[in-house]
């Protein structure tokens, strides 16, 4: 479906010299340290913009039937003239033939692959997903999910994004929000369409109202439950129990 000399996707982009690497996968903090606390603010806008431009590239690919399904760092390469390619098509596959995948194949980066990737399916949400991905790790100069074996046994516990306190007060929340909302863990939670993605962040650079929400208490609730099931479990199950034992209490006082 792509020629030998289509095998990248080409797009122009503006981008500074804040990002001075040949790729873009950035070098990971050791330790407790924190990389995001001494970055500037035009860093993450300029972070932003370049995702912008992949997401509009994989409009491209997408209206073409094609996913791309290994999505990640470094796979977005940043040449001299700022010029970004994607790269890397050798797992793409037209997406009408997606749903002929053998039941169990898992292909793609353990790291950057949707849940629903890891059991052999997928759609455009699965490249916007990690596309998501590689947009916390560049703006948080770390993996968004670590345990990445641990996703193949129990992905609901171990596909859930989260950014650190410290990462909230330094990272823009609109740009926060963006992250999540490409990221979630249903697909009919994320971003429809790749455009829908890049629009939301150009809303962001243009210091317009972006179409994401933040996520109410309930959908944070959600999601910590499904980091921590034992913990929620016990919860509602002690809850359910006070529930009880003040309803005899209520009875008996009538």
Same mark, same amino acid.
């Given at each position: 479906?792509? *020629? @030998? +000399? #289509? ?14 690497? *040949?790729?873009l996968e950035a070098n990971q903090p050791?330790? *407790? ?37 290994? /999505? =990640? ?10 010029? /970004? ?13 997606? @749903? ?25 949400? !699965? ?8 947009? %916390?790790? $560049?703006? !948080?100069?770390?993996?968004? $999910?670590? &345990?990445? =074996?641990? +996703?193949? +046994?129990?992905?609901?516990?171990? *596909? ?9 007060? %330094?990272?823009? #929340? ?6 999540? =909302? ?11 369409? &790749? ?7 150009? #809303? ?13 208490? &309930?959908?944070?609730?959600? +999601?910590? @439950? ?5 913990? &929620? ?5 002690? %809850?359910? $129990?006070?529930? !009880? ?10």
């Amino acid at each position: 479906f792509f *020629s @030998s +000399r #289509r095998r990248h996707t080409r797009l122009q982009g503006d981008w500074s010299s804040d990002v001075c690497s *040949s790729d873009l996968e950035a070098n990971q903090p050791t330790g *407790s340290t924190l990389a995001s606390e001494a970055l500037p603010n035009h860093y993450y806008r300029n972070v932003a913009r370049l995702t912008a431009r992949v997401a509009n590239a994989l409009e491209y690919a997408h209206r073409a039937g094609v996913l791309h399904r290994d /999505i =990640k760092p470094s796979n977005l390469i940043l040449d001299q003239a700022g010029t /970004i390619w994607v790269t890397d098509f050798g797992l793409a596959r037209r997406e009408e033939l997606e @749903s002929q995948t053998q039941t169990g194949e898992v292909l793609g980066t353990l790291r950057y692959m949707s849940p629903e990737q890891l059991q052999g399916k997928g759609d455009q949400r !699965t490249d916007i997903y990690s596309l998501g991905l590689t947009l %916390f790790e $560049l703006l !948080t100069l770390r993996p968004a $999910l670590d &345990a990445t =074996k641990q +996703r193949l +046994r129990d992905p609901d516990k171990y *596909s859930m994004v989260e950014f650190s306190n410290q990462e909230k007060r %330094f990272i823009p #929340r609109d740009l926060q929000t963006i992250v999540l =909302k490409a990221t979630a863990y249903v697909p009919e939670n994320r971003y429809l369409r &790749a455009r829908d993605f890049e629009e939301d962040i150009e #809303r962001f650079l243009d210091d317009r109202p972006i179409l994401a929400r933040q996520q109410t208490i &309930a959908e944070a609730c959600v +999601r910590w @439950s499904r980091r921590n099931p034992v913990i &929620a479990t016990m919860a509602a199950t002690v %809850f359910g $129990l006070l529930l !009880t034992i003040a309803g005899q209490i209520g009875r008996a006082h009538v």
